[in-house]
């Protein structure tokens, strides 16, 4: 009887321990090499423009509206600390002002579209902490169009079809349960064009905006 409760008991003990190695070594499994984020993005334009002297137009006077837009990034990583981040969203619609003209005061002239993905290159530092700061560089491409701008008595006016430029980004995600990630994110993207009346070049404007992004990451 002694041996059946022995062997009974070794029996369970050696369920644990196998048990117990099952757990641990699924907790400490390797996370999956990819990570979409959902994020709202404040998009926050520099405004920063040539003079017009021949329209009375003062330098930074043509201002791109702020505004937050839907965002939806792809990450993959390489090597747990280096991962590409591809960020995507749909195509913007701006308005555009001019804050003093020939005509006096702010100006409404229009409006553009655009879509600007981004591609970046980032650095994980902490990649298996609750906490995890990143920081990355890469390259936007903004494509342009729909544009619909007019200076009254002076003229419609155009604008390049399209803007490649560095990105600059730092973020953190914060990790809230296994796969599921808070994430806060800031970058600088340079993004700028001729604005022409006619074939002529008579400004250029530099959006060249800060995004400061809030949302949700999942990871697998």
Do not use: C
Request: aromatic share 8%; no cysteine.
């Amino acid at each position: 009887m002694s041996r059946l409760f022995a062997l009974r008991g070794t029996s369970l003990l050696l369920a644990a321990l196998l048990s117990g190695g099952a757990l641990a070594q699924s907790a400490s499994a390797p996370e999956g090499p990819w990570l979409v984020r959902a994020r709202a993005v404040r998009l926050d334009p520099a405004d920063k423009s040539s003079a017009i002297p021949s329209l009375l137009v003062p330098a930074d006077a043509i201002h791109v509206d702020a505004k937050t837009i839907p965002e939806l990034d792809v990450s993959y990583f390489f090597t747990p600390n280096i991962a590409a981040e591809l960020v995507l969203t749909v195509p913007q619609k701006q308005r555009v002002t001019v804050q003093q003209s020939a005509l006096g005061g702010p100006v409404d002239i229009g409006s553009f579209k655009h879509l600007p993905p981004t591609l970046m290159l980032q650095y994980h530092f902490l990649p298996e902490g609750t906490f995890r700061p990143y920081a990355g560089v890469g390259l936007n491409y903004t494509r342009i169009g729909s544009v619909n701008l007019n200076v009254p008595t002076v003229g419609a006016l155009s604008l390049d079809r399209s803007s490649v430029g560095l990105a600059l980004g730092a973020g953190l995600d914060i990790k809230l349960a296994p796969q599921w990630f808070l994430n806060v994110d800031v970058k600088k993207v340079k993004i700028d064009s001729d604005v022409r009346l006619g074939w002529q070049t008579v400004s250029k404007v530099k959006i060249d905006p800060w995004l400061v992004g809030v949302g949700i990451g999942y990871r697998f």
